[in-house]
């Protein structure tokens, strides 16, 4: 239907007041709001996440696609009902480590994974482990994703696994890290279930995480 | 041969006696002041508890006294502006502690205070009677922008707004440098590398502007991004203003300091990321290369300064072209980032420029390695970028919080065993 693929295309192209305009149009026509994640948003900032994979778009133009992105979900999320706010993926504690204040990775992750149609518990940055883990025993997260930037804070991320295993919530999420220095192979020595290299990966590790 | 000499010879592309070394002459190439205090106990430099001044307040750098350069053998020195990042002069010391607990001394201007989180607020000019421009969370080691950014009416917007700080240089300024560049050139056998400000365009770290007390124009990092896109026209119009305001300043500039300077730190602007460049190289090509032509090509005309630029990240896509656009120094040579692997890039671009990095990962090897581990990168690295010259050995950015004393000094221990030549 030509809507969602405009809709679709004003995303890609970061025209945010195009995507709010569009998705109003979508609600009076009639679609249900949890619609239109499928049928437009999950698509359109795919096409941006391989953009990025494939050197088309960098990190302005992902930005850009991103906000537009929100215009539409700004006016999705407050509509959803019962427990069509976390299906089909899921409830995800984003934030920057304690002790980082370094938030533009995360807050293009977040984006990301909300426009993946993740449910976004963004808690921002310098956050301690005691706060994610009451944040996803009060949201029933099934993910955590944390970002550092540096080699001083991301030694922090290990506290989180830690607290999450001594509250009892270590089976109910899986924990995805990220960041400059952060590897795959410090992801796994330090208990992490995914590293995410860019955004991108990031998403695709969300979903393979909330499937498995 | 002298330490500039020597630093003039790896320039030119040839091998002198060692590998010429820098620590500390700019903002991008020294050492969190935690660690050096640890550096200097572990050398035994100084008693214990005695305090090591914080000369840049932002990343909270040290100073690297006389005593420090010749234990180390360091090479290089630094000529930068009189004001800090926070806008106020090195001058009037104080006692401070920082969170690690090392008596360190700051400028007088250097006014905190603590949050409600326990973290520390820094103000512009130290000025606590307007909003605090920066903060260093609680327990941590360096300050943060903190983003000042006014309602954006683009209907509005003026050029001016975002030139605030690229104005014509003071004659306060301009006497300094002279003043410097003379003592530093007659005091000391070494090089001198330089940082005049106001030509790195669009440096992310310089856009919030934390020195000033009200910043307008585009300040936040997420919206400077994007407005490189959107604004394209009004993002292009404060560089060629400020390209302009720039070349006029390094006129005086060079008429004060004259050839003293060995190399000019034209540009600071990160384009890398850990993966790939931040921007296209249509971007770079059509936004920042002609400025940074204009720059380098005013001072290969008009000096014997070297150009030096500051990019992390991975920028492998983008070197030929910070080459073809003059620059003849490319610093910190971020190898753990993607495509930046030293072989190849000694192999495709060590003819054309000098790399002033590298010599051990920051990320990895430094913070979480063995002694040996880092002696092991050290010796390589030193292998690879030093053939024929057009090396000056330092880490891939400044040396970090926390790094364990033992690797410091196996770093430095292994560029005086393994840096003399021939290799």
């Known amino acids: ?212 | 041969m002298t330490s500039r000499e020597r630093v003039q010879m790896v320039l030119k592309h040839k091998e002198p006696d060692h590998v010429p070394l820098d620590l500390g002459a700019s903002a991008v190439t020294g050492m969190q002041v935690d660690t050096i205090y640890r550096l200097r106990q572990a050398l035994r430099l100084d008693e214990r508890g005695t305090p090591v001044k914080v000369t840049e307040p932002y990343q909270m750098l040290g100073e690297i006294k006389p005593d420090l350069m010749e234990a180390l053998g360091v090479d290089v020195v630094g000529l930068g502006k009189p004001a800090t990042m926070f806008g106020f002069k090195n001058e009037g010391w104080k006692p401070w502690t920082t969170f690690e607990g090392t008596p360190v001394l700051v400028p007088e201007g250097f006014n905190t205070e603590p949050d409600a989180n326990g973290d520390i607020l820094m103000y512009p000019e130290g000025d606590k009677s307007v909003p605090a421009s920066g903060r260093m969370p609680k327990g941590g080691f360096y300050f943060d922008s903190i983003m000042r950014q006014p309602p954006i009416d683009d209907d509005a917007l003026k050029v001016e707004d975002n030139l605030e700080e690229f104005g014509p240089i003071t004659d306060e300024d301009l006497d300094y440098f002279r003043r410097e560049a003379e003592r530093l050139s007659t005091e000391t056998d070494k090089a001198i590398l330089a940082n005049f400000g106001g030509t790195a365009f669009g440096d992310i770290a310089l856009v919030p502007a934390p020195w000033l007390k009200h910043p307008k124009g585009i300040r936040d990092v997420e919206e400077w991004y994007i407005s490189t896109v959107t604004r394209r026209d009004y993002v292009y119009k404060i560089f060629e203003r400020q390209c302009e305001i720039g070349i006029k300043n390094l006129e005086k500039v060079f008429a004060a300091v004259g050839n003293r300077v060995t190399a000019v730190f034209v540009s600071g602007t990160d384009f890398g990321q850990q993966n790939g460049p931040f921007i296209s190289l249509k971007s770079y090509r059509d936004l920042f290369k002609p400025f940074h032509q204009e720059v380098n090509n005013w001072i290969h005309k008009n000096t014997q300064w070297k150009c030096f630029i500051h990019s992390c990240g991975s920028v492998r896509a983008l070197l030929p072209d910070f080459i073809e656009a003059g620059f003849d120094i490319i610093n910190p040579v971020q190898c753990s980032a993607a495509g930046m692997a030293p072989e190849e890039l000694k192999k495709e671009y060590g003819d054309g420029v000098t790399f002033w990095g590298g010599g051990v990962d920051t990320q990895r090897t430094l913070p979480f390695g063995t002694p040996e581990e880092v002696r092991q990168e050290v010796c390589a690295r030193l292998k690879i970028f030093a053939r024929s010259g057009g090396y000056v050995f330092n880490t891939t950015h400044n040396v970090q919080a926390r790094i364990p004393v033992e690797n410091v000094l196996a770093m430095y221990e292994t560029v005086r065993e393994c840096g003399q030549y021939p290799l």
């Open chain 1, 1 to 212: 239907m030509a809507l969602f693929e405009n809709l679709q295309q004003a995303i890609i192209d970061g025209k945010a007041p195009l995507v709010k305009e569009l998705t109003q149009q979508a609600l009076s026509e009639g679609t249900k709001p949890a619609d239109i994640f499928p049928k437009a948003i999950v698509p359109a900032m795919d096409e941006v996440g391989r953009r990025m994979r494939d050197c088309e778009f960098f990190i302005p133009e992902v930005l850009i696609a991103a906000r537009a992105a929100r215009a539409a979900t700004d006016i999705l999320r407050p509509l959803l009902v019962g427990d069509e706010a976390t299906r089909p993926a899921g409830t995800v504690v984003c934030c920057t480590i304690k002790g980082d204040l370094h938030d533009i990775g995360k807050n293009i992750v977040a984006m990301m994974l909300e426009s993946a149609g993740f449910r976004i518990v963004d808690l921002g940055a310098d956050v301690s482990p005691e706060r994610i883990v009451e944040a996803v025993r009060e949201h029933h997260a099934n993910l955590v994703a944390m970002s550092a930037l540096l080699t001083t804070t991301m030694v922090n991320m290990k506290a989180v696994i830690e607290a999450l295993a001594a509250a009892g919530l270590r089976e109910q999420v899986k924990v995805m890290v990220g960041g400059a220095p952060v590897t795959e192979s410090w992801a796994r020595s330090i208990g992490a279930d995914g590293y995410g290299k860019d955004a991108p990966a990031a998403v695709d590790l969300a979903r393979n995480l909330v499937a498995a």
